[in-house]
């Protein structure tokens, strides 16, 4: 580490405390970002194949001047009237079936699926909550109490309730009937809150699963679901800041792996490519409901700048036809990445959708043993190739691969050759 990097390492520890977290046993000093690529403070660059929130690249230009246009001129809260808060309502509620007609806007993710709690609680009289057991949704303290990833066990109330993540090839249940057997469980999480006297209130879940492993959901799974916690009074809540805005290449929205619309969608940052903005569509009775006990006001959610990158992203989603290049690019990374699995052993399960993939390291193929430090090594090797990348799962044996929608084929081969070098010196 340079003399620099580690005086800003002291800085952060003294000034930030101990509580925030960097990547990489070396940080990266990262100092500007084009497109796909990262720029450290010496001028190397990186692929970036982590993150999600510049859905449409980094500093896309035109996000940048829309963004740059309208707070020239105006940037306020949403109790004025703008047509720009309108305009992107008006796009944004045209992605969804015609019964999710209805946007309310915030700054966060976790903002956006707090509000969906609020509404199914109002709505349905509830308060349970069932969630995958491995969940992030946010870290406002009511999401923070459902995100199962980081909250201790002995800290989950009463009113959270779990259902294994729907893994077929490492969970409990393995093979062709495992996602109709994970569906099952949605009866024990409702048995178990009817049992401590708790009426459900939403069943919420990220459509890609991210945190548990990027599992794409198996088919039918979403809709089974949705059935039965309707049938108990509870609503569906579909959390898709990771997966939506095309990221999965097939469906502009996760939840679309399965023929059923959700009663709430939530959506976070890389609907704005990093700008605060976030979202929660929903069907008009439910917010005519809510709005009948509560008001809700979010001073900048959905201000006139934000509303503006909302606008420019889906302008360049359509434009420069990310949803199709996250399909075929998409599929083209996932057949070289099949390609290394015949090579190397320590690749035991390639899967994802679109732009969003995993790749889960095993110390044996046929036990499907987590190779939890070489997923580690592997991270670090990556960057030392000039890659980012994370890792994810229960026990942190999972390559997520999850780079800006303008990622290109040249830059899948760009990755497999380091990725396959990485490998190889293990």
Not at 237 to 250: I, L, N, S
Not at 358 to 380: C, H, K, N
């Amino acid at each position: 580490m340079d003399k620099n990097s580690k005086h800003m390492l002291d800085r952060r520890r003294r000034l930030l405390g101990p509580a925030y977290r960097l990547f990489y046993r070396e940080p990266v000093h990262i100092v500007r970002g084009e497109g796909v690529w990262l720029y450290d403070q010496a001028g190397d660059r990186y692929l970036d194949m982590y993150n999600n929130v510049p859905h449409v690249g980094h500093c896309h230009p035109h996000v940048v001047s829309a963004i740059t246009d309208q707070v020239k001129s105006l940037n306020t809260h949403t109790r004025y009237l703008h047509a720009n808060v309108l305009d992107y309502a008006e796009r944004l509620t045209a992605k969804f079936p015609d019964e999710l007609d209805t946007a309310m806007f915030s700054c966060t993710g976790s903002e956006a699926n707090e509000l969906a709690l609020r509404i199914a609680r109002t709505c349905t009289g509830g308060t349970g909550i069932i969630v995958t057991d491995f969940a992030y949704h946010g870290n406002t303290k009511a999401i923070y109490e459902i995100s199962t990833e980081d909250i201790p066990s002995d800290e989950v109330p009463e009113y959270v309730v779990t259902v294994p993540t729907p893994d077929v090839y490492a969970g409990e249940f393995q093979g062709k009937d495992g996602g109709s057997r994970y569906a099952e469980c949605i009866y024990d999480a409702l048995s178990l809150l009817k049992h401590r006297g708790i009426k459900p209130a939403a069943f919420i879940i990220d459509t890609i699963i991210s945190s548990g492993g990027v599992v794409a959901t198996p088919l039918g799974y979403l809709a089974k679901i949705a059935e039965v916690v309707r049938e108990a009074g509870a609503l569906f809540v579909a959390d898709e800041v990771q997966p939506g805005f095309g990221r999965t290449g097939r469906n502009f929205w996760g939840y679309q792996i399965d023929d059923f619309v959700p009663d709430i969608v939530t959506m976070g940052k890389p609907m704005g490519n990093g700008h605060p903005l976030a979202a929660t569509v929903t069907r008009r009775e439910l917010v005519d409901e809510f709005a009948a006990h509560t008001s809700y006001f979010n001073t900048f959610g959905g201000n006139p700048v934000s509303c503006a990158a909302g606008l420019a992203v889906l302008d360049v989603i359509e434009n420069e036809k990310l949803q199709e290049n996250a399909l075929e690019v998409g599929l083209y990374l996932n057949q070289k990445l099949e390609m290394l699995s015949e090579k190397h052993e320590v690749i035991g399960d390639v899967r994802g959708e679109g732009l969003f993939k995993a790749v889960e390291l095993v110390a044996d193929r046929a036990a499907r043993t987590p190779a939890t430090e070489i997923t580690a090594d592997v991270v670090e090797g990556l960057r030392k190739h000039g890659i980012l990348a994370g890792s994810i799962g229960k026990t942190n044996n999972i390559l997520k691969l999850r780079p800006p929608m303008v990622f290109s084929k040249e830059n899948a081969e760009f990755f497999i050759q380091g990725f396959d070098e990485v490998l190889c010196g293990l």
